[in-house]
């Protein structure tokens, strides 16, 4: 089993910055991909960002890219998601979700995710 704890949001303006933080316990932290997921209301949950085991590739969303990074730190058992520039758009529960058991490296399918955090409220004022 693996454990994650997300923070790190809030309320923000347009145009501010946000990082969130994604701690993991329970299992070799360099032994899960990671990627953050988000879910507006009324919306379906949607891929934001992920990075593989080791950090050496990442995937984002277009509406993100350029605004948004992700990286980890296997050393604290975390991932972030370092958002800038935020719009009003970006406005979610955003969810941290790790990769155990599919072996690939950075995936957008949620599929593939097998553990899933509580979620952390961003909202973006305009």
């Known amino acids: 089993q693996v454990q994650l704890v997300e923070s790190g949001g809030g309320l923000v303006q347009a145009g501010d910055s946000l990082r969130l933080s994604c701690a993991a316990s329970g299992r070799t932290f360099s032994n899960l991909a990671m990627g953050w997921f988000r879910q507006a209301p009324g919306k379906e949950r949607e891929f934001v960002a992920a990075?593989?085991?080791?950090?050496?590739?990442?995937l984002y969303t277009d509406s993100v890219k350029g605004r948004f990074t992700i990286s980890r730190d296997n050393a604290k058992n975390t991932v972030y998601l370092q958002m800038d520039s935020l719009r009003a758009e970006d406005t979610a529960v955003y969810y941290c979700?790790?990769?155990?058991?599919?072996?690939?490296?950075?995936?957008?399918?949620?599929?593939?995710?097998?553990?899933w955090g509580q979620g952390t409220q961003v909202t973006v004022s305009s």
């Open positions: 990075i593989s085991r080791i950090g050496q590739s990442t």
């Open positions: 979700a790790a990769d155990f058991s599919s072996g690939l490296g950075a995936t957008l399918n949620p599929a593939y995710y097998d553990y």
